[in-house]
Nanobody, 124 residues
């Protein structure tokens, strides 16, 4: 059974940092782009960041560029999202997802596996 399991979420003050992890099991995703998406209460799920299979290219949503960094360790079948300078508007459930392709896009329909998500709350 293929699973993506996120961890690392929690409550953090504005300006703080968190590192999310997404561990995959059941198959390897070294040939697949991986993405992070988030869904805030009352809002649609939105793209946050993508990393392609060879980890050369990374793309970020405008609102997180310069603050978030996506990375991957194919040997551990794990993807990370380092989040710095967190803002209250970053509060959401963060999901990782595996694309069907080596080069990913922001289209959620191309992501075939999704994790259950981890809650990130930014509040003082």
């Amino acid at each position: 059974q293929v699973q993506l399991v996120e961890s690392g979420g929690g409550l953090v003050q504005p300006g703080g940092s968190l590192r999310l992890s997404c561990a995959a099991s059941g198959r390897t995703f070294s040939d697949n782009a991986m993405g992070w998406f988030r869904q805030a209460p009352g809002k649609e799920r939105e793209f946050v960041a993508i990393i392609n299979s060879v980890a050369i290219n990374r793309y970020y949503a405008n609102g997180v560029k310069g603050r978030f960094t996506i990375s991957r360790d194919n040997a551990k079948n794990t993807v990370y999202l380092q989040m710095n300078s967190l803002k209250p508007e970053d509060t959401a459930v963060y999901h990782c997802a595996a694309s069907a392709f080596a080069i990913g896009t922001t289209r959620q329909s191309e992501y075939t596996y999704w994790g259950q998500g981890t809650q990130v709350t930014v509040s003082s």
